[in-house]
């Protein structure tokens, strides 16, 4: 997988993030997986098609989860991941996409997307690609969120 498609979605994260009330964002390790990511308890997962195809899977634990639905709703706690929480998340996951997807149409790479699909609960496991994908993490705060990409062209 072309590194460059990727650089986006890390950019997009340390752009959107900040807008939403985190201070620090850092990339953290890579790796890669064969087909299945294992949810950690919270995925949220968006479809491409079009220059790109294939999906990507924004995973976090349930605790990482409630952190960044209540910061982005202005310190709220949040006990649960209710529906209002969830709702927080995927819009997040929507931002953070989109403005990758807007990136890599200036690189002339334009792709749809497909409404996100949200999946809770631990060790659930979510097919990302037919064969291998990267997984990247992406510190926010004291958080950690596992960017998932199995895309082809």
Known sequence: ????????????????????????????????????????????????????TGSIAYNMTEDTARKIASTMMMGMPVAALDDMAQSAISEMVNMVTSNAVT????????????????????????????????AIEIMVDSERLELNFGLGT
């Open 1 to 52: 997988m072309d590194v460059k498609l990727i650089n986006p979605f890390v950019d997009a994260v340390a752009a959107v993030m900040p807008q939403l009330g985190f201070a620090q964002i850092s990339r953290g390790g890579l790796s890669a997986g064969d087909q299945y990511v294992t949810s950690k308890g919270l995925t949220v997962v968006v479809g491409v098609t079009n220059a790109l």
């Open 103 to 134: 990136s890599l149409g200036k690189m002339g790479v334009v792709v749809k997307l497909l409404p996100p699909g949200l999946v809770v609960g631990d060790n659930s496991k979510i097919k990302v690609s037919e064969s291998k994908f990267l």
